[in-house]
């Protein structure tokens, strides 16, 4: 009998801890730093952009970096795309009545090679965007990555991923 009041008040706390964290999730903000505005040297606020935190940045190597983000960025979608494909041919075929363990491989495999086409792809990128820059710009582009903190990026990720 006292059991299971205790396992029943253990079920009840439980129940309230888990909805009072649901609410206190529901409320948090939304901080996207790719919406955020900087200030310039006359007081005026304007949209972020992808080179904003890289020093002394030139209207030349903005455009130029502008333009590989964004063939990079058509690159990726195409990739991301083609993984979004992959992940539902294998969900579909590891759930059906007859699986097809050599199928899998085959898209397990394809999904490591678009993974590594991938890292490629960004690491290729990065050092076109360090070719354009000064060697001070380059040292703080390394520390520091074309939008900011490391943490931040990283931040950005997991919302991204939730």
Do not use: W, Y
Request: hydrophobic share 35%; net charge positive.
């Amino acid at each position: 009998m006292k059991t299971s009041r205790i396992i029943s008040a253990l079920f009840i706390a439980g129940l309230v801890l888990m909805i009072s964290s649901m609410d206190a999730n529901a409320q948090r903000g939304k901080s996207n730093a790719r919406n955020a505005t900087i200030e310039d040297a006359s007081g005026t606020f304007e949209p972020r952009d992808f080179c904003s935190n890289i020093p002394n940045i030139t209207e030349e190597q903005r455009a130029k970096i502008n333009e590989l983000r964004t063939s990079h960025l058509k690159e990726a979608t195409q990739h991301r795309n083609k993984m979004d494909e992959l992940r539902a041919r294998k969900r579909t075929l590891m759930s059906g009545e007859r699986v097809d363990l050599k199928e899998i491989d085959k898209i397990i495999d394809e999904m490591s090679a678009l993974q590594n086409a991938q890292m490629k792809s960004r690491a290729r990128h990065h050092q076109e965007i360090r070719n354009l820059l000064t060697e001070e710009q380059r040292v703080f582009f390394d520390a520091r990555g074309p939008k900011g903190d490391r943490k931040m990026m990283k931040k950005d990720q997991r919302r991204m991923h939730r």
